[in-house]
T-cell receptor
Framework: DAGVIQSPRHEVTEMGQEVTLRCKPISGHNSLFWYRQTMMRGLELLIYFNNNVPIDDSGMPEDRFSAKMPNASFSTLKIQPSEPRDSAVYFC??????????FGPGTRLTVL | GIQVEQSPPDLILQEGANSTLRCNFSDSVNNLQWFHQNPWGQLINLFYIPSGTKQNGRLSATTVATERYSLLYISSSQTTDSGVYFCAVGRAGRRALTFGSGTRLQVQP
C-alpha cells in the first residue's frame, strides 16, 4: 500500500491567496484527520471525518479554513484568504480502527 | 479538553543508554498512542496502549490508566531513535486524538 498521500509537499504563497491541500487516505480506511503542526502550538487536530462525514471541526481556527471529503479516497483542506500565521506543516492521517492512525508526509505551507 | 503533559521536553543520550519518557493526562481516556516523529518529519505509530504493558523490540510502554500516566522505555538507544516522541490520547467514542508537546530525543554516537 502506498500509505497516505499528500500534495503538494511544499507550498509557498503570498498573503491573501487561496491555498488547497490535498489528501488521499489509505484504501479502505473510514476515518480521515487533518492536523496542523507549529512550534508554538504543537500538533493540533483541525477536523476529522468518519465515512466521509465531518464529525468534529472544533479545531478549525476560523472561517477562512474549510475541509471537504467528497468521496472515500480524497479530501481537501482549503484556506482562503491565507495569512502568514497559517504557516505550518499540515498532516493528513487515516485509520480503520481507533487503535492506529497512519500519517501522511505532511505539506509544509509558508505564507509570505 | 484533556491536557497532556510530557517530560522531559528534551533528552540527550549516548548510544547504548536507556531512557524513560513520561506522559501525564488530565482525564480518563480509552485511547492512548505513542508516536515517533523522525528528523524528516514523518510520524509513525509505535504503540496503542490505553492500559497495561506492551513491548516491541527495544521499545516498551506501560500505561496506568487509574493514575493517568504512561511511560515509554527505550533500551540500548541507537542514533536512529533520535526525533520527537509524542503521546496522544482520546476519549471514549471519539477517534480524535489530543497530542502532548513531545519529548525531543537526541542520541549521540
Amino acid at each position: 500500500d502506498a500509505g497516505v498521500i499528500q500534495s503538494p509537499r511544499h507550498e509557498v504563497t503570498e498573503m491573501g491567496q487561496e491555498v488547497t491541500l490535498r489528501c488521499k487516505p489509505i484504501s479502505g480506511h473510514n476515518s480521515l484527520f487533518w492536523y496542523r503542526q507549529t512550534m508554538m502550538r504543537g500538533l493540533e487536530l483541525l477536523i476529522y471525518f468518519n465515512n466521509n462525514v465531518p464529525i468534529d471541526d472544533s479545531g478549525m481556527p476560523e472561517d477562512r479554513f474549510s475541509a471537504k471529503m467528497p468521496n472515500a479516497s480524497f479530501s481537501t483542506l482549503k484556506i482562503q484568504p491565507s495569512e502568514p500565521r497559517d504557516s505550518a506543516v499540515y498532516f493528513c492521517a487515516s485509520s480503520l480502527r481507533p487503535d492506529t492512525q497512519y500519517f501522511g508526509p505532511g505539506t509544509r505551507l509558508t505564507v509570505l | 479538553g484533556i491536557q497532556v503533559e510530557q517530560s522531559p521536553p528534551d533528552l540527550i543520550l549516548q548510544e547504548g543508554a536507556n531512557s524513560t519518557l513520561r506522559c501525564n493526562f488530565s482525564d480518563s481516556v480509552n485511547n492512548l498512542q505513542w508516536f515517533h516523529q523522525n528528523p524528516w518529519g514523518q510520524l509513525i505509530n509505535l504503540f496503542y496502549i490505553p492500559s497495561g504493558t506492551k513491548q516491541n523490540g527495544r521499545l516498551s510502554a506501560t500505561t496506568v490508566a487509574t493514575e493517568r500516566y504512561s511511560l515509554l522505555y527505550i533500551s540500548s538507544s541507537q542514533t536512529t531513535d533520535s526525533g520527537v516522541y509524542f503521546c496522544a490520547v482520546g476519549r471514549a467514542g471519539r477517534r480524535a486524538l489530543t497530542f502532548g508537546s513531545g519529548t525531543r530525543l537526541q542520541v549521540q554516537p
